[in-house]
């Protein structure tokens, strides 16, 4: 096995993003040159799934919506760590119970929290 690298054994990589970078460039230029160039109204209007636009795009959702997202998230991550203890439950023993244990409490702590400031209330 060959412990110094040269240039020269890097050029198969450099090759290849030369390549796929050229690529990428030929193609936007060639679709924008041979592609249409009529721009009318009707052409440059919004489409979305076939309905007619009808208003402004902008308008403001409840914050409800982002705080139940970001809530799902939240608690989902965390329930993703319990799948490693669930593999090594074996190896770690009494110590692993507890440590799982006081994270189940502290996540539960967490969803209290949540319930008590009525956070997943949607009636105002």
């Known amino acids: 096995m060959n412990a110094s690298n040269t ?11 030369i390549v796929a970078a050229g690529f990428v460039v030929f193609t936007m230029v060639v679709t924008h040159w041979l592609g249409p160039k009529r721009k009318t109204k009707i052409k440059l209007d919004t489409f979305e799934c076939g309905i007619e636009s009808k208003g402004n795009a902008r308008v403001p959702f409840s914050i409800k919506y982002f ?3 970001i809530l799902f998230v939240l608690f989902d ?6 799948y490693p ?6 190896e770690l023993g009494a110590l692993g119970i ?9 996540l ?3 969803f209290y929290y ?11």
């Open 85 to 90: 203890w669930a593999v090594n439950f074996k």
């Open 108 to 110: 539960l702590v967490g």
């Open 114 to 124: 949540i319930i008590a400031k009525k956070a997943l209330t949607w009636e105002d």
């Open 77 to 82: 991550v965390e329930v993703i760590f319990m």
């Open 98 to 106: 507890i440590e799982m244990f006081s994270f189940i409490a502290l």
């Open 7 to 17: 240039p020269f054994d890097y050029f198969p990589l450099i090759l290849m993003f």
């Open 67 to 69: 705080l139940v997202a």
